[in-house]
């Protein structure tokens, strides 16, 4: 059966408890307090079945919300999930202040629909009633609740007149509210929270998106605690499940009442995180005064309210009646989604000053956001959505799980509406990363241009290391990776081994500087380990001693010669053939001291420490006392 929320709006005592018990049989004013002062402090909740103009039924829960401008906070916890508003207005009383009120923070928060009912019908004449309609209609004029499209119903709850007319009103309107998003991920803002005798903790809210189901794990936003959902109720009733749209009251285990509250919310369990920190679209009423950068703010969306600190994008201040984008700075984190509304009071006096849409939940704090993609973020179309949220993390990327986060949307959806996209690769999949193709195209530029100014800085040597470049671009080892091998196969880099250079690059060397180094190794090649000393070699080179010193920091790093000691350098080969001779000797003796070695290599004493020391750096050796193991 569909269901619909229906709030009511209007001044204190404008009629609007009394016109819900008429409708209803329900007293939706529930304390004690309430009861006795004649008036509705908190939200209170009423339900009736009508048939819609196909016959089929429709379920309406009714949110029945405080005129009284001290609770005007109760109002908002109860007016953030509804569907249509019943706005009402008093026939003897005509407009008053939180008439006013009302409406604006109906139209904040961009409530669709809703029926204007001039109450207390029995009141006044006909001709005041004639007044009053004119009077309102004036008001709503150009609103989403203008006469041309919405309907305006006198009514009396004393004398039951109009009331027929009402209910026709509902069924038609109630009709006209699209279904909820129910695919999406579940969030339940708690409006109410209690202990049933013989149940135990129990929370009451609007549904506002997804499924909540029987024995689910869920999680309450911002304190991470886990529940598990022992029963469901629907409008009154037990359920298997909750849809998005239903009043829903839910019995939790592992939970006492004191670890929840209004204005926390449950959804799946390691799904979403609480940010404080939003990007939003905001507008000023023209009644309030300027909003300046940096304001605090009372900042209220469906059941929660906290204190935000505004941040504008680009202005110091928004004028009455203005728009602008900002980031809300929260004091309490909260669960809230691109697309959620969200209204603004005056940190104080406190008034309604302004509200509007959240567009991003999850800023980056690098890029500042920008006016343009920020509305992208918030357009009907999912598919740009994604793509601009993966396009903004540029070669980073955004996981599937990164952006049900952002987005609420589950997996599947995400995957549905990306598939086009990863077809025509304007999206990559790299592990669980999806990652823009301009991204990486950029990213391979920047390789590129890496390696080339490296070269030109780096003329003598073979090319930089993997996690120089690596570090200087600023990319994960799998997007990195990824990136390096397509222009490894596109030949525009070389990998060898921990290096890498641009094709036909890597060593410019002038002739003699060649031949240099040719010498060089030559000398150290020819002499095994009795190796001639450094500055000897270098001393008898043709080029000068800077050069000279460059092109052994090539041959170390190519290891074509190994530098063991401050002092002492040997040639690859020379030491591999000594680790070969070591490993040999272990069929024969599992030791060697240091005149062993010497008589087996041949070298001085001199020699012989410094490299037992590289064996055992190397683990060729151990050293025991005055003996190597061999290993
Ligand atoms: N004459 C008349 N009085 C009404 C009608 N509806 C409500 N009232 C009275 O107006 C007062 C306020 O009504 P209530 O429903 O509590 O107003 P609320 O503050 O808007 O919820 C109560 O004393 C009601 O008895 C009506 O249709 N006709
Ligand atoms: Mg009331």
Known sequence: MKSVIVGTAGHIDHGKTSLVKALTGIDADRLEEEKRR????????????????????LRL??????????????????????????????????????????????????????????????????????????????????????????????????????????????????????????????????????????FGTVVTGTLVSGMIQKEEELEVFPTGKRVRV????????????????????????AISTEDLARGMTLAPANTFRSPSRVDVSLSLLPSANPLKDRARVHFHAYTMETVAEVRLYGAKQVA???????????????????????????????????GGIVLDAAPLRKTAAQGASLEVLSSG????ILETRIARRRHDGASLAQLTAETGWPKRVIERDLAKSLENRSIVRIGDVLVHSPAIEALGLSVHTTIEVFHKKNPLVAGISKEELRDTVNASPAIFSAVVERLARENKLVVTGEFIHLPGRG?????????????????????????????????????????????????????????????????????????????????????????????????????AIPLLEYLDRERVTRRVGDERVIL
């Open 38 to 57: 004649g008036i509705t402090i908190d939200i209170g909740f009423a339900h009736l079945e009508l048939a819609a103009p196909n016959r089929e039924p």
């Open 230 to 253: 022992r029963g469901v109720q629907v409008h009154g009733a037990a359920a298997e499940q909750a849809i998005a749209g239903q009043r829903t009251a839910l019995n939790l285990a």
């Open 507 to 607: 060593i410019v060397m002038k002739d003699e500087e060649a031949e240099s180094k040719k010498i060089i190794e030559q000398a150290f090649a020819s002499s095994g380990l009795k190796v001639p000393a450094l500055k000897d070699v270098l001393a008898g080179l043709k080029v000068d001693k800077v050069r000279a010193q460059k092109i052994m920091t090539l041959l170390l790093r190519e290891r074509v010669l190994v530098k063991i000691s401050d002092d002492l350098v040997f040639h690859q080969s020379a030491l591999t053939e000594l680790r070969l001779k070591i490993s040999a000797l272990k069929s024969t003796t599992s030791r060697i001291d240091v005149a062993r070695f010497k008589d087996l290599t041949g070298v001085s004493r001199k020699y």
């Open 61 to 198: 829960a009714f949110v029945d919300v405080p005129g009284h401008e001290r609770f005007v906070r109760n109002m908002l916890a109860g007016v953030g999930g509804i569907d249509l508003v019943l706005l009402v207005i008093a026939a003897d009383e005509g407009i008053k202040p939180q008439t006013r009120e009302h409406f604006d923070i109906c139209r904040l928060l961009s409530v669709q629909r809703g029926i204007t009912v001039l109450t207390k019908s029995d009141a006044v004449d006909a001709e005041t009633l004639e007044v009053v309609r004119l009077e309102v209609e004036d008001f709503l004029r150009g609103s989403f609740l203008d006469s041309s499209h919405s309907p305006i119903v006198a009514a009396s709850s004393l004398t039951g007149a109009g009331m027929d007319e009402l209910r026709s009103a509902l069924a038609n309107v109630a009709t006209e509210v699209p279904a909820r998003d129910s695919a999406a991920l579940a969030r339940l803002p708690i409006d109410r929270v209690f202990t049933m005798k013989g």
């Open 320 to 354: 009455p009646g203005g728009k602008a984008h900002a980031q809300f700075r929260l004091a309490e984190p909260t669960l809230i989604l691109p697309g959620d509304r969200f209204i603004l009071r005056q940190f104080s006096p406190v008034v309604t000053i302004g």
């Open 381 to 384: 179309n999912t598919t740009s």
